[in-house]
């Protein structure tokens, strides 16, 4: 065994048998993670596409990043070991032809895109661990050790492809994916069924993958892993594609069409296949190859559904190939529509983050698109939704939520007020206490939150999530206003005792919503906390489990705490006649990229 030191942390190598080569073993190096008992931390690695730096983010690349964002910061929570990483994929010829457009050499014109990425990410809170971009050399020297793999294992071969290609798509097409169409002009084109992108006639001399060989074994891992691919309507699709038989793929490019890409190794004629060449940047920020079996073991895609083919077919093909493990999980979302119109540059509908986060704010924006976002149907953006939904949720009834608790008013000594059993003891009829049948009913709904929130967190299904919380929200607005503390007449004792057990009960259910929030809306969920008076070092996920301690016959550590400053309304209404116009008109640019 090997150990390594690390902060806080351990790692631990031992050597196992890949478990990908049954058939030839083969000796490979295992890293656990444990803290400094020798106890394991589990690990967990999420990412995002690398995006096509052809054109600028927009509300989609976002919506896939905050997708991942959650559920690395949902990991923390549970006290994971959690890696993230997003990037740019800088290659392929629709660059080399972007770049040519402007006048600028390909690696200017992608660093100038890529930072925009970077900076739409951070702008929205997009919490990564790693950013990789397909033009780093870490990345092209695992992209040519992963290509010599697969020629060793005798999965590349030169041949002649001839064949449909599609260049926006960077993809190659069977008869069967392309259709009869017209261009603008009335002439008679081919284009892709699944795009509607016009395809070209391509022969060349190039290198194959001999995906035919390995449908069957594609076949076998998914119907063993009937939940590897969520949301199961695209589980099915994947199942009905292996259906057909599958052709060997080109994986090469020659040279004199492409020079923007990564070389064939030992063939200076040759460039990587641009999609080989992209997904490979999951295996280059694991530390391919030689430190990735630590993460790679706990890997989990998130994808949009129009790039599922190639997460869920040739990337497991290539990774059989090369005898390493499958993901963990492919989570695909669907696409985000305008007003139910896809978004396009030629509409003039395309949805700009960092105009919408400074509009709605980075909290509004991230809770709209987790809440509404049902990852197995498309879902419409509308300013007005947005509008609506952060008005209703976060304004009124959160934010309402929190001032009662907290305003000088209710609150005079601005301080976590004391439960009394008797006022609201845990079997109704042991006392004659002033809770009644919905304040208990309220109660068991929180107490039942986080396995539900974990449930759903843990499936990606954040809009599920957000749901409950909710849901449990406008309960205990109803149980303020049920017993109305402010008509209570504190000088009476039983009045006061029942005054501070309302504020308790409700404060203790926002303390709840405040740390199950945090991997949706983290800045909206630390100023929850922050007022509260809740310590950086009781958020974490075992904290909400550990709700109305007194109810519950325990002391309680937030009793008589003195609350937070005062930093204003957890959430402004949005007013939409502020919100500036909609959508650009057709046809403008807000920048010069």
């Given amino acids: 065994m090997l150990v390594r030191?690390?902060?806080?942390?351990?790692?631990?190598?031992?050597?196992?048998?890949?478990?990908?080569?049954?058939?030839?073993?083969?000796?490979?190096?295992?890293?656990?993670?444990?803290?400094?008992?020798?106890?394991?931390?589990?690990?967990?690695?999420?990412?995002?596409?690398?995006?096509?730096?052809?054109?600028?983010?927009?509300?989609?690349?976002?919506?896939?990043?905050?997708?991942?964002?959650?559920?690395?910061?949902?990991?923390?929570?549970?006290?994971?070991?959690?890696?993230?990483?997003?990037?740019?994929?800088?290659?392929?010829?629709?660059?080399?032809?972007?770049?040519?457009?402007?006048?600028?050499?390909?690696?200017?014109?992608?660093?100038?895109?890529?930072?925009?990425?970077?900076?739409?990410?951070?702008?929205?809170?997009?919490?990564?661990?790693?950013?990789?971009?397909?033009?780093?050399?870490?990345?092209?020297?695992?992209?040519?050790?992963?290509?010599?793999v697969l020629v060793n294992n005798g999965f590349i071969y030169r041949g002649s492809y001839e064949g449909w290609y599609s260049v926006p798509d960077e993809s190659f097409l069977t008869e069967t994916q392309v259709v009869d169409s017209t261009d603008s002009l009335g002439r008679a084109i081919k284009t892709s069924t699944e795009s509607g992108h016009k395809v070209e006639w391509m022969k060349e001399d190039n290198y194959l993958f001999r995906l035919s060989d390995l449908r069957h074994k594609l076949q076998?891992?998914?119907?063993?892993?009937?939940?590897?691919?969520?949301?199961?309507?695209?589980?099915?699709?994947?199942?009905?594609?292996?259906?057909?038989?599958?052709?060997?793929?080109?994986?090469?490019?020659?040279?004199?069409?492409l020079q923007w890409g990564i070389g064939v190794p030992g063939d200076p004629e040759q460039t990587v296949y641009v999609w080989l060449d992209a997904l490979v940047n999951y295996l280059t920020v694991a530390g391919y190859p030689e430190q990735h079996s630590r993460w790679w073991s706990v890997v989990h895609h998130v994808v949009g559904k129009d790039i599922l083919k190639f997460h869920a077919i040739y990337w497991p093909a290539f990774l059989l190939a090369a005898e390493l493990p499958l993901p963990q999980a492919i989570h695909v979302h669907s696409h985000w529509t305008v007003q139910g119109k896809k978004m396009s540059k030629s509409l003039g509908n395309v949805v700009d983050p960092l105009e919408t986060s400074l509009k709605f704010t980075v909290d509004g924006l991230r809770y709209f698109l987790l809440r509404q976002g049902v990852p197995d149907t498309d879902c419409d953006y509308d300013d007005d939704k947005v509008v609506k939904l952060c008005n209703s949720e976060l304004a009124d009834a959160l934010g309402g939520l929190l001032n009662r608790c907290t305003a000088p008013s209710l609150?005079?000594?601005?301080?976590?007020?004391?439960?009394?059993?008797?006022?609201?003891?845990?079997?109704?009829?042991?006392?004659?206490?002033?809770?009644?049948?919905?304040?208990?009913?309220?109660?068991?709904?929180?107490?039942?939150?986080?396995?539900?929130?974990?449930?759903?967190?843990?499936?990606?299904?954040?809009?599920?999530?957000?749901?409950?919380?909710?849901?449990?929200?406008?309960?205990?607005?109803?149980?303020?206003?049920?017993?109305?503390?402010?008509?209570?007449?504190?000088?009476?004792?039983?009045?006061?005792?029942?005054?501070?057990?309302?504020?308790?009960?409700?404060?203790?259910?926002?303390?709840?919503?405040?740390?199950?929030?945090?991997?949706?809306?983290?800045?909206?969920?630390?100023?929850?906390?922050?007022?509260?008076?809740?310590?950086?070092?009781?958020?974490?996920?075992d904290h909400a489990l550990d709700f109305l301690s007194r109810y519950e016959g325990r002391d309680c550590p937030y009793e008589r705490r003195a609350l937070g400053p005062n930093t204003g309304l957890l959430f402004s209404r949005l007013e939409r006649k502020n919100v500036q116009e909609k959508h650009q008109k057709p046809g403008k640019r807000q920048d010069g990229i």
């Fill in 5 to 148: 030191r690390l902060s806080g942390y351990a790692l631990r190598g031992e050597l196992q048998v890949c478990p990908a080569r049954r058939f030839c073993p083969k000796l490979i190096w295992r890293w656990t993670c444990t803290d400094r008992s020798g106890t394991p931390v589990p690990a967990y690695y999420v990412t995002t596409p690398v995006f096509y730096v052809n054109s600028l983010p927009h509300i989609g690349h976002v919506y896939s990043a905050v997708v991942a964002d959650c559920s690395h910061r949902y990991k923390i929570l549970q006290g994971v070991n959690s890696r993230f990483a997003t990037g740019t994929d800088e290659h392929g010829l629709k660059i080399q032809q972007a770049a040519a457009t402007t006048g600028k050499d390909p690696l200017t014109f992608c660093t100038e895109v890529s930072n925009r990425f970077r900076h739409v990410f951070r702008r929205c809170g997009i919490s990564y661990t790693d950013y990789v971009r397909t033009t780093e050399d870490r990345h092209r020297q695992a992209v040519e050790q992963f290509w010599t």
């Fill in 411 to 541: 609150n005079p000594e601005q301080v976590y007020p004391q439960f009394c059993n008797t006022s609201f003891p845990k079997e109704p009829e042991e006392f004659n206490g002033r809770a009644v049948l919905e304040d208990y009913k309220m109660v068991e709904a929180v107490l039942r939150l986080p396995a539900l929130a974990k449930e759903n967190f843990e499936k990606l299904h954040a809009y599920k999530a957000l749901e409950a919380i909710s849901g449990c929200v406008r309960m205990t607005n109803g149980f303020i206003q049920r017993h109305a503390p402010w008509k209570l007449n504190c000088r009476k004792t039983e009045d006061k005792l029942w005054y501070d057990t309302v504020l308790h009960v409700s404060m203790e259910c926002l303390r709840i919503y405040g740390i199950l929030l945090q991997p949706a809306v983290p800045s909206l969920a630390d100023k929850i906390l922050s007022r509260l008076g809740v310590g950086p070092g009781e958020r974490s996920w």
């Fill in 220 to 257: 076998h891992w998914l119907r063993s892993n009937p939940h590897v691919i969520q949301p199961e309507k695209f589980y099915y699709i994947v199942l009905q594609w292996l259906e057909s038989d599958l052709p060997d793929l080109s994986v090469s490019r020659q040279k004199s069409r």
